[in-house]
């Protein structure tokens, strides 16, 4: 986990030589890569099921801090509060789905899947830095069938840049030593249309609760065009990420008296994330064109905490590190990935019909080495207490026909079928088991144009997750029985644009028949089958260009339905998914004028459990009772001061609102006070 000085500046070294060595080369190519909604104009359009895009001109709009902060502005999409390194470790639910380490949600860049593993622990550790997007794709409903598993709330795909001719260098400083910054250098070719190019970002912060990070992250992106129809590209990320953060929050009496400093000072969450994907792209015929995506990824997380001896309502007692006994627990693990995701689309005509036909076939592996190590001091190092060898394999395919009945109509059935095995290796006490299971996935869509600003969708499908390892097989190897969470998800909605007015709004229903709920618990989460739950809710979003500039844009989410249906060992009947709000909402003002861009928002999150008793009033140490609502109000702009320099900067939670937003999993997370970041950055053509 840990990298040297020579090691970092030698992958630098290599990455620059790489860019260089391409930017000999000058001709406009577009990078292949694994787009959820599509780069047609008319992708959108085709799609049976909600769809979110949040372009390059809205980030830079935006501002955030992180990809959660941009995430905030997408209908039907719940952050929980950030548990420390400024969304470092994401938390994202969507449409009333416990965002707990963003389990219920499938997350890809460009594409890949960036979860640790998808079979054995989907809990996510990793979360890119925004400032290297692009721009954000959120797909909900049935077209989210042709990417899995656990996709039943939805798909986010996050898009890198593409890299550009020159060289740009960025930088931004705001209070709690907040630091960031960035360097971009591209080059391009006249005459094989190659393109290449390198991002290194540099951040850290004191953070606002004492909990500081220090983030290193280096993109390497190149592509180009074998012949006239087919195209290559290759993309490195490296990532490290030291974060001075723990489980543990603060007790009741140290949030009232606003206690600043860190919670748990000698507990840390460091990660490192390498990763490389190759894409191709082959238009064999017109109307035929033919995507393959090899990925890799290793990522591993070292989680550090000191033991707890004691909980008060005062603060928390840890055990000592003298020596004598072991005080600290590093709960170490390290996750490969190795896929090859092949997809072929074709476009032709039966019996005067149009047709779109897409089929796609996935082969996936993942390793995860899963140790407990025990020391006697704050070094990082001990006695080995745990070791597992853990492995899972899946084989996966969909098929799927959009139908265009008549010019305005479309009807898109689809199916997905996904196996997969897992397997369980206690080194320590040789007990080994696996699980075996074939899931089948149904889905049909439709759309309808009723007019030129005017278009209806709707979508049945299935919705699956499958148990995660630890919970499939038992430490003596047993394996459980465990079925996957299943879903039946229904969802219509009605869109369009018309003189600077757009609107998007929809009405879903999720009823699951054995969703596995997290519980938080003093001493971390556990998981349990939740038994049947129902989500019902509707979302809404709209914008409106005003005269001179102005602009209005909103989006709110109601979930009035968000409950358990029979009694379990989770939750009683009719009681609240914990971390379900009932209402989420958004309002921003934007103003454009010469350059200058400038948003004035206000979010809200309605009243939310921490657990699924429902429990209104707090314990004595903060781990449950209500959470109250939430509203915050950000302010960003955006100066181009002429082609090359821009300047920018945001202020968040502009009047210091003092809440609470999470109580899991050890305590209570105060929200961010007010914080402010400004910077510029300068384009050397």
């Known amino acids: 986990m840990k990298q040297g000085k020579v090691a970092w500046a030698s992958r630098i070294a290599l990455a620059c030589g790489c860019s260089l060595a391409f930017s000999i080369y000058a001709k406009e190519v577009e990078l292949p890569r694994l787009d959820i909604v599509g780069r047609e104009e008319n992708a959108r359009s085709k799609i049976p099921g909600t769809v979110d895009v949040i372009n390059q001109q809205q980030l830079e709009l935006l501002q955030p801090l992180s990809i959660q902060d941009a995430l905030k502005t997408v209908p039907g999409v719940n952050v929980r509060g950030d548990e420390g390194g400024l969304g470092s470790i994401p938390n994202i639910g969507i449409r009333g789905l416990n965002p707990s380490r963003s389990q219920k949600v499938l997350l890809l860049e460009d594409g ?14 990793y979360s890119p830095p925004v400032d290297r997007m692009s721009g954000i794709e959120v797909l909900k409903g049935a077209s989210g069938l042709q990417y899995g598993p656990s996709n039943i709330g939805g798909v986010i795909n996050y898009l890198t840049k593409t890299p550009e001719e020159g060289f740009k260098i960025s930088a931004k400083a705001g209070n709690y030593g907040y630091q960031l910054a960035q360097i971009e250098a591209g080059g391009k070719s006249d005459s094989n249309g190659a393109i290449a190019g390198i991002n290194i970002i540099k951040s850290e912060s004191d953070g606002y609760q004492g909990n500081g990070f220090k983030m290193y992250d280096i993109l390497f992106k190149g592509g180009i065009a074998i012949d006239q129809n087919q195209w290559l590209s290759l993309k490195y990320t490296h990532y490290d990420n030291n974060i001075n953060t723990s489980y543990v929050g603060l007790r009741p009496n140290q949030y009232s008296n606003q206690f600043s400093s860190n919670p748990a000072p000698n507990d840390y969450f460091i990660t490192q994330r390498n990763a490389v994907d190759l894409n191709h792209s082959w238009e064999l015929s017109e109307g035929t064109k033919l995507n393959t995506l090899l990925y890799w990824s290793r990522l ?18 840890f055990n000592s590190c003298n020596g004598s006994n072991e005080c600290m627990f590093g709960r170490n693990r390290e996750f490969q990935m190795l896929g090859l995701d092949s997809r072929i689309s074709h476009a032709y005509a039966v019996m005067g019909i149009q047709n779109e036909f897409e089929f796609g ?79 089948t996935v149904p889905q049909i869509g439709a759309t309808w144009q009723i007019a030129p600003e005017v278009q209806l ?69 556990t998981k349990a089958n939740g038994g049947q739950s129902l989500h019902q809710g509707m979302e809404l979003a709209l914008g409106y260009a005003l005269p ?20 379990s060992s989770m939750g009683g009947d009719g009681n609240r998914i914990p971390y379900t709000a009932k209402l989420v909402s958004n309002l921003g003002v934007t103003y454009q004028k010469n350059g200058f861009n400038s948003l004035l928002s206000l979010n809200y999150l309605s009243p939310q459990f921490a657990d699924a008793a429902n429990t209104s009033l707090p314990n004595s140490i903060g781990t449950i009772g209500e959470i109250p609502s939430i509203t915050t109000v950000n302010w960003s702009a955006n100066y181009e001061i002429d082609k090359s320099w821009k300047v920018f900067g945001s202020v968040n939670n502009l009047f210091n609102k003092r809440y609470i937003s999470s109580r899991s999993p050890d305590g209570i997370f105060a929200g961010a006070p007010l914080n402010f970041q400004a910077g510029m950055s300068y384009q050397f053509f």
């Open 548 to 567: 001179a500039g102005w602009g209005l844009n909103g989006n709110l989410t109601y979930i009035p339905i968000a409950k358990f249906v029979g009694n």
């Open 361 to 439: 076939l996935r082969l996936h592996t993942e390793t995860q080495s899963n140790q407990v190590v025990a020391s006697r001091s704050f070094a990082k190092s001990g006695r080995l207490a745990s070791h597992e060898e853990n492995k899972a394999n899946s084989i996966a395919f969909f098929a799927q026909n959009r139908f265009l009945l008549t010019k305005d109509f479309a009807i898109t059935p689809g199916i997905r079928v996904e196996s997969y095995n897992q397997s369980r290796n206690n080194i320590f006490t040789e007990k080994t088991g696996s699980a075996k299971n074939i899931e």
């Open 112 to 125: 890949a899947p960036i979860h640790p593993s998808l079979f054995i622990s989907n809990a996510s550790y």
């Open 300 to 317: 591993g997380r070292d989680y550090w905490r000191q033991g707890i001896n004691e909980r008060t309502s005062d603060n928390t007692i």
């Open 457 to 525: 969708y709707s979508s049945v499908y299935k919705g699956f997750a499958p148990a995660q390892l630890a919970t499939a097989i038992s430490e003596r190897g047993v394996d459980q029985q465990l079925d996957p969470e299943r879903s039946t998800n229904f969802e219509f909605g009605l869109r369009g644009m018309d003189s600077g007015f757009r609107y998007d709004a929809a009405v879903f229903s999720m009823n699951f028949s054995n969703q596995i709920v997290n519980q938080s618990l003093a001493a971390g989460i």
